[in-house]
């Protein structure tokens, strides 16, 4: 029973090692030889797209090779109500280290409640753990029963995210290879200017940005590949560092560099508030794994946080420990002040002890919920930190398509994925909050950009924030397929961008216009990532571009959510519109680009299609931007899969008991569904048919629309003023508190150590003046004379007469002779 | 008397510079270049020998995970005061004599531009080296005392000689405020001194302590049988004292750690002032004079001065060893020997330490000199230390877990190593431009990635570790801190969380400004020049170390954990006694005072 199913599953970590180190081999090879690589460093780019490839075909080998056969799909596809039989996960309980029976047990999740026609929700039993296996390489630190280690958690989304990263990273390197060829030899940057009024012309530097991709990737797969949250924390950091290096790759150009600097101080902000997060749970759980750590026997030896919080007993509920619940017991009689260490007290904690027990710890939850959400909100560019993402557009296109829209920003997401157990309803409905204002904010102001990438980067922030709204209204697979699919619609709509710009060298879609004679590849695959984008597809029926599903099953949550809360109405509201604003502009940036006369003939003249090592990655990403959401593809299936742990009932919320999260499943429950998808496609299509109006028949002038909404305009223009907001309220007055503390350090602190020894001077001064002159010089003085007179009147005695001397000498024997005896004597 | 005696060995390690130092200064003239490579010979030779302390091939092994005491040997100095000359290793000192040997070798090597009066130069500056390794590795308060002087007095004249153009304030400051923290040490050295008594301690708790030898295979008792009976002044002090019931004193910090948190030895809880005990008042002026060299705030301001006169070498040792020298005698001194006033002032040392970490973080911000920002990133990092030795009463009051506590002292210790390596990598990175261009103005450098790659990429290693970027030492020993804090209190907590905010901020900025942007804007603009080998050969060991530290952090906690562990539990348990000895004894009014005080107040 052990031999191969076991073997199957432990060769999972390995590969997966490999698949994660392989771009770091890739980094130091380059780092160190990366300039004598070839040609000014040509030979780096195969290098590094090697290594990512190899992880690719590893992570390839982990999902279909070893995942899969492990863990079958169901037998359904899709999802709806189609499926009919229950399935029941017990089996899965003992999940890994005996994978092959729990691939027995069939479907991984359960559908009971779907089965029996939508009877009413919450009676259905809570799912358990999904199939995963984890475990630790080694550790950092060990402080008594405190460890911080680095480890691994492997379950399907893990898998999923790997061969996701890896195939869009191969694509995206594949890409840059030709994209950045500029580099390769001395480059001409056209946007500094020397003092002396010349371009700057520098040596390439292709194989730096190789380099910088290789570290890139191995940072994503060790946030993806993470045992425990720390170690997330640790990669989170390095993936900011390596978007710090990639933002600022013209590190020549202010602009590029203020933007990286942005983009890490912005998320550092973000990391302030997951280190607030990190330390509620590590004071209160002493872990930070996800998963049991187990020992060879398969006994638990250390629990994990997620089944310290939802355990069995609880039916899998998110209930806090005792340990939370004494934790902020002593939280709050610290804030409290002095009652709590009083004896009465006690008294008072016993009445309420019976109704508080329900609600102890829970705030300490939320609190380390909301915090470690706070970093996604950076990485994720969500509202109120989405500031830096379309900042970040200074870095090369590759970029922007790699790690500012398919990857490291939809980290946040998955580490929300990730941690979905932990966060209590009250907390997810912060980040529905979150993500639902984002939304909106993002896709608002993408109306008004004419800058291509930075149309893209705001259209990547308002998607994130259907992914966390997705996520916080408790539609797991919703929000996580969503990732997915939005990763692939997304690159590719970035490298057509970039593709463009190689073409026309500028950003400005005011510039641009009927490319698509030019760059009919580019054209066309764009125009399937814009229809990938607002979810195009026939609706009620199970045919459409990847993004159809993926934002249908949110909407569709959003309706479920919004019958069981009819008072978070925005929560509805604002997807809908967020949708046909989407469509708006991402049709507006479409029709600007390829459509119509071009508008700079200069610019068009010169534009090319981009050689094929920048299309075939174009035409890659399209077929997944298109397929990858199939049903009988089975991707959602592999997502149910990865269920984490005690999502599947409704669940209530406790500081706010009328908070109802409904069961993900019933939001595919036929009324439902068609009412979502009706709306949805309504809103896709009015948002298409308006910047047809506009943009291609011309039918309304922008510019007049332009007047008549002035002051929308400008607010939208200026972004809401965010960042103005930001710099008056945030960025100022850090900077004064800086001078006045410099000041105080120069001012007062030296100042009275100045003050001090002017003082001491001074009273030295004094003693010198009084004391010593008078009292010691005037003492010493007195001697001096004293002696003087002494030997003045000694000088009589000397007379050179020797007879007196003879007396003098002995008179003074005979004294002392006396003087001895007397002394003697007594 | 061979090598293997640890007595030689470690006496040869403290004083093969100051030997060489009196060749130097004894023998005619010689070279400058002669006298400074027979100068870095010396600091590697000292580095070497301090590197078989890894091996037992020759003079003593240390070895990593025990935590007691090693190669530890006593010879009677003064022996009517009961000094000795005590001297060992545990994993709180060993870490740092190796960094001390390896930091000596690398900041002579860059003392290579020094022109003026090269003899006296190495002469003061081996002098210093021997003062450093011996502070570290001094166990009796006395030996301590005196090597922590010897230190003061090179350092004021390498930077008073050799600093730049206001280099007599600074070197005037630098001594007055040290001055001042060893005077206040001075006072609670023989506060101490005063009220111990040697002879409360039983064979087994003398042994440990150093004061007499165990052989192998020898029991405490028979060892203390037969240093009764040899010739030592100091044995027949004990003896005469024992019987007579007279006081022995002794300058012992072991000892005197022994007698501290002795629960039945009321010496230093005797009234001193204003109705503190005799330990609370040792502890403040002890704390004041260690705080001074760490610094924090507000004994901080000679720091920067200091800095930005000293030559870069100087700087180099003053941030990655002299300050360390502060957190070393609170983890060391402070704590151990007054635990009681600790435990009662834990909330101040935090307080001071939070306060440090965000001043400084703030004071870095607006300045415009590069060196005295990353002399204030020190102040602020520094600051880490302090609250991680600080939270060693974590939980005081409530339920007790110690291994937050663990955590935030290793912590706070490692920070101290990482700083030593990235503190001094960031001055060394800062003396290369200055080198250069001759000035250190941050709005008129630019551009310097392009002029000088390999530079510009080590340094921004280095500051990266200043930053505390994970897989870089300075991430480790900041996350320990950070992550202990929440479980002594949040608020303190919530406000460490947020200086890596600040931290950011002015590391991003320092480097958009000095190493980024198209092109260099201040003077000498032809002499930035790329790194010559000498100065690769020191920051490339520096960002080496960096990363292993980063990456692989048992490498030191190996070494250091133990000992930290051993001293955190026995405070642990000395706490529990004391809460329990609270409640029998004082009353009811007393003990709130105490979960009063005990509790954080945040200025």
């Known amino acids: 029973m052990e031999s191969t199913a076991t073997n199957a599953l432990d060769l999972l970590p390995l590969l997966l090692c490999g698949a994660w180190l392989t771009p770091l081999a890739s980094f130091v090879a380059i780092l160190f030889f990366g300039k004598h690589m070839g040609a000014h460093g040509k030979t780096a780019g195969l290098v590094a797209t090697g290594a990512i490839g190899f992880s690719f075909l590893l992570s390839c080998i982990a999902l279909f090779g070893v995942w899969l056969p492990e863990h079958p799909l169901s037998g359904g596809h899709g999802h709806g109500g189609e499926h009919s039989e229950e399935h029941h996960g017990e089996e899965h309980g003992d999940e890994h280290g005996d994978g092959s029976h729990a691939a027995l047990g069939g479907s991984p999740y359960q559908l009971t409640a779907l089965a029996g026609g939508g009877d009413g929700h919450g009676d259905h039993a809570n799912n358990p753990a999904p199939p995963h296996i984890n475990g630790e390489w080694y550790s950092l630190g060990e402080f008594g029963d405190l460890k911080l280690t680095i480890g691994y958690y492997i379950d399907s989304l893990t898998v999923l995210m790997f061969c996701m990263v890896t195939l869009i990273a191969t694509c995206v390197h594949l890409y840059a290879t030709g994209y950045m060829h500029d580099e390769l030899h001395d480059f001409t940057d056209p946007e500094v200017t020397l003092d002396n009024g010349e371009l700057l012309t520098r040596p390439g530097r292709y194989w730096r940005f190789f380099q910088y991709l290789s570290l890139f990737c191995f940072s994503m797969l060790g946030i993806v590949i993470a045992g425990n949250i720390a170690m997330v924390f640790v990669f989170w950091e390095l993936v900011g560092i390596c978007s710090y290096f990639l933002i600022g790759f013209y590190v020549e150009r202010k602009s590029a560099s203020t933007a990286a600097n942005k983009a890490f101080i912005v998320n550092r902000v973000g990391d302030f508030g997951m280190l607030i997060g990190l330390m509620a749970l590590w004071s209160s759980l002493g872990t930070f794994s996800f998963g049991d750590l187990k020992n060879a026997e398969g006994e638990v030896v250390e629990q994990g946080m997620f089944s310290q919080l939802r355990t069995e007993e609880n039916d899998y509920k998110l209930v806090p420990t005792e340990s939370m619940a004494v934790e902020q017991a002593r939280l709050s009689s610290d804030s409290e002040g002095e009652e709590a260490a009083e004896g009465e007290a006690a008294e008072a904690t016993e009445e309420d002890a019976t109704e508080e027990t329900d609600k102890s710890g829970q705030w300490l939850l939320f609190i380390a919920g909301v915090g470690i959400f706070c970093g996604c909100v950076g990485k994720s560019a969500q509202f109120p930190l989405h500031v830096w993402l379309p900042d970040a557009m200074e870095g090369p296109t590759p970029v922007s398509a790699l790690v500012h829209s398919a990857t490291m920003v939809a980290a946040g997401v998955y580490l929300v994925g990730r941690f979905f157990p932990v966060f209590s309803p009250e907390a997810l409905l912060v980040i529905a909050y979150v993500g639902c204002i984002t939304l909106f904010l993002a896709a608002t102001i993408a109306i008004t950009a004419t800058d291509i990438k930075r149309v893209l980067a705001y259209s990547t922030v308002s998607q994130l924030g259907y992914m966390m709204l997705a996520l916080g209204l408790g539609a797991w697979t919703a929000g996580i397929f969503h990732l997915i699919t939005h990763a692939f619609f997304k690159g590719l709509l970035f490298m057509c961008s970039g593709s463009v710009i190689h073409a026309v060298h500028t950003n400005e879609m005011t510039e641009m216009g009927g490319l698509r004679k030019k760059m009919p590849i580019t054209a066309y695959t764009m125009l399937v990532g814009c229809l990938a984008i607002i979810g195009a597809g026939i609706p009620l029926t199970k045919i459409g571009l990847s993004g159809y599903y993926s934002k249908d099953a949110i909407i569709e949550q959003a309706f479920s959510f919004f019958g069981e809360n009819p008072g978070h109405s925005l929560l509805l509201v604002a997807p809908v519109i967020g949708a046909m604003i989407t469509a708006f502009y991402m049709f507006r940036l479409w029709y600007m680009t390829f459509c119509g006369e071009p508008r700079d003939a200069h610019r068009y003249d010169h534009a090319h299609e981009s050689p094929s090592s920048m299309t075939t990655p174009l035409l890659i990403m399209s077929f997944f931007a298109i397929a990858v959401g199939w049903p009988f593809l089975g991707l959602v299936d592999l997502l149910e899969q990865g269920r984490p742990i005690g999502t599947q009932a409704t669940t209530q919320g406790v500081l706010l008991p009328s908070l109802v999260l409904p069961d993900e499943h019933l939001s595919h429950l036929e009324p439902i569904k068609t009412q979502a998808g009706l709306t949805a496609f309504t809103a896709a299509a009015a948002g298409l048919l308006l910047a047809t109006v506009i943009y291609l028949w011309r039918a309304l002038n922008p510019a007049e629309i332009k007047q008549t909404f002035t002051p929308l305009y400008r607010a939208l223009w200026n972004k809401w003023w965010f960042d103005e907001l930001y710099h008056v309220v945030f960025t100022l007055p850090t900077l004064a508190l800086g001078k006045v503390i410099a000041a105080i350090d120069k001012n007062l602190i030296d100042g009275l150590i100045h003050a001090s020894a002017r003082g001491s001077r001074g009273v030295s001064k004094v003693v010198e003046l009084v004391f010593d002159r008078t009292v010691i010089d005037g003492s010493v003085n007195a001697f001096a004379r004293g002696t003087w007179d002494v030997g003045v009147w000694l000088k009589r005695i000397q007379t050179g007469s020797l007879r007196q001397y003879v007396m003098f000498i002995a008179v003074g024997t005979l004294f002392v002779y006396l003087a001895a005896t007397v002394v003697w004597l007594s | 008397m061979s090598l293997n005696d640890p007595a030689a060995f470690l006496s040869l390690l403290v004083f093969l510079p100051a030997l060489v130092a009196l060749v130097l200064a004894v023998t005619p003239r010689w070279s400058d270049e002669a006298t400074k490579f027979v100068s870095l010979g010396t600091t590697f030779v000292t580095f070497l020998l301090s590197l078989f302390l890894f091996r037992s091939d020759i003079g003593p092994e240390f070895e990593a995970g025990v935590a007691e005491m090693q190669a530890m040997f006593a010879v009677d100095w003064i022996p009517s005061f009961g000094v000795q000359y005590l001297m060992g290793l545990d994993g709180i000192s060993f870490p740092l004599v190796i960094l001390t040997s390896f930091l000596s070798v690398l900041a002579m090597a860059a003392s290579w531009p020094i022109q003026k009066n090269v003899k006296a130069y190495c002469v003061l500056y081996l002098l210093l080296v021997t003062g450093m390794l011996g502070v570290f590795m001094a166990l009796d308060f006395f030996l301590f005392y005196v090597f922590f002087e010897v230190m003061l007095l090179p350092m004021y004249f390498l930077i008073g000689v050799w600093g730049g153009p206001r280099r007599e304030y600074a070197a005037i400051k630098f001594f007055l405020y ?244 990235s503190s001094a990598g960031m001055f060394f990175m800062v003396g290369v431009v200055y080198d250069r261009v001759h000035h250190r103005n941050l709005e008129e450098f630019g551009g310097l990635f392009g002029k000088m790659p390999l530079y510009t990429g080590m340094a921004i290693a280095l500051f990266f570790a200043g930053l505390g970027l994970p897989g870089l030492c300075g991430f480790i020993g900041e996350v320990f801190v950070v992550l202990s804090v929440w479980k002594y209190s949040y608020v303190l907590a919530v406000i460490s969380a947020f200086v890596v905010i600040l931290t950011a901020g002015y590391i991003l900025w320092a480097i958009q400004r000095v190493y980024l942007g198209a092109e260099y804007k201040g003077p000498h603009g032809d002499a930035l020049t790329p790194m010559t080998m000498r100065e690769t050969a020191i920051g490339a060991p520096l960002v080496a170390l960096a990363i292993v530290f980063g990456v692989y952090p048992r490498a030191i906690l190996d070494y250091m954990q133990p000992s930290v562990d051993r001293q955190v539990e026995q405070l642990a348990a000395w706490t529990e006694g004391y809460e329990d000895r609270l409640k029998t004894t004082r009353a009811i009014i007393d003990e709130d005072d105490q979960m009063a005080s005990a509790r954080p107040t945040v200025n």
Not at chain 2, 216 to 243: C, H, I, N, R
Request: with cysteine; glycine share 10%; hydrophobic share 50%.
């Open chain 2, 178 to 421: 040290t001055l001042l923290g060893s005077v206040l040490m001075l006072i609670a050295i023989l506060m101490l001194y005063f009220n111990s008594d040697l002879t409360r301690l039983d064979a087994q708790q003398l042994a440990d302590s150093g004061v007499f030898p165990v052989a192998a295979e020898q029991s405490a008792d028979e060892a203390m049988a037969a240093w009764l009976e040899s010739d030592s002044v100091l044995a027949a002090d004990y003896a005469a004292g024992k019987e007579a019931g007279r006081e022995v004193h002794t300058f012992n910090i072991l000892a005197l750690q022994q007698l501290g948190q002795d629960a039945d030895f009321s010496g230093f809880d005797k009234e001193a002032l204003f109705g503190k005990s005799i330990q609370w008042w040792a502890f403040v002026l002890l704390f004041i004079g260690f705080i001074i060299k760490v610094p924090s705030v507000p004994f901080h301001t000679w720091l920067p001065d200091a800095h930005v006169e000293a030559p870069t070498p100087i700087s180099m040792i003053l941030a990655g060893i002299l300050l360390k020298l502060g957190g070393y005698g609170i983890i060391r001194i402070c704590y151990p020997i007054c635990p009681a006033a600790g435990f009662e002032l834990a909330n101040v040392v935090c307080g001071i330490g939070v306060v440090s970490m965000v001043y400084g973080a703030f004071a870095a911000l607006a300045q415009k000199d590069f060196k005295r920002m990353v002399a204030y990133s020190s102040v602020s990092h520094m600051g880490y230390v302090v609250l991680g030795l600080g939270v060693w009463s974590a939980n005081a009051g409530t339920e007790y877990n110690p291994d937050y506590w663990k955590m935030g002292v290793n912590g706070a210790m490692f920070q101290m190593i990482a700083h030593g390596i």
